[in-house]
Nanobody, 127 residues
Framework: QVQLQESGGGLVQAGDSLRLSCAAS????????MGWFRQAPQKEREFVAA????????DYADSVEGRFTVSRDNAKNTLYLQMNSLKPEDTAVYYC????????????????????WGQGTQVTVSS
């Protein structure tokens, strides 16, 4: 089994930055894509960002494009989400997800594509 542990969430003011991390442990795969999703109160969980195993392919939700950057360190089995210029509407629980894949450049932007999920970390942005 795979365990994903998010960290780095917190309470910040609008305009501030945060960096989320997601550490993968347990069962290992030769390659896997990863993604970030978020769920605000009383809303459906939504896609935020995705990155391929190679790290060369990424994708972002329109709402975070230009403000958030997804990256990964495969040697550390860790995924990151650098969040800049945070807005109150970014307030949500942020989840990381993992999808084993043999396609090094493939990314996935839908929830159903992912096989493993973390427990989430709360990000709260005050105005």
């Amino acid at each position: 089994q795979v365990q994903l542990q998010e960290s780095g969430g917190g309470l910040v003011q609008a305009g501030d930055s945060l960096r989320l991390s997601c550490a993968a442990s347990g069962r290992t795969f030769s390659s896997y894509a990863m993604g970030w999703f978020r769920q605000a109160p009383q809303k459906e969980r939504e896609f935020v960002a995705a990155i391929s195993w190679s790290g060369r392919t990424t994708d972002y939700a329109d709402s975070v494009e230009g403000r958030f950057t997804v990256s990964r360190d495969n040697a550390k089995n860790t995924l990151y989400l650098q969040m800049n210029s945070l807005k109150p509407e970014d307030t949500a629980v942020y989840y990381c997800a993992l999808k084993p894949t043999l396609m090094n450049s493939r990314i996935y932007t839908t929830e159903r594509a992912y096989d493993y999920w973390g427990q989430g970390t709360q990000v709260t942005v005050s105005s």
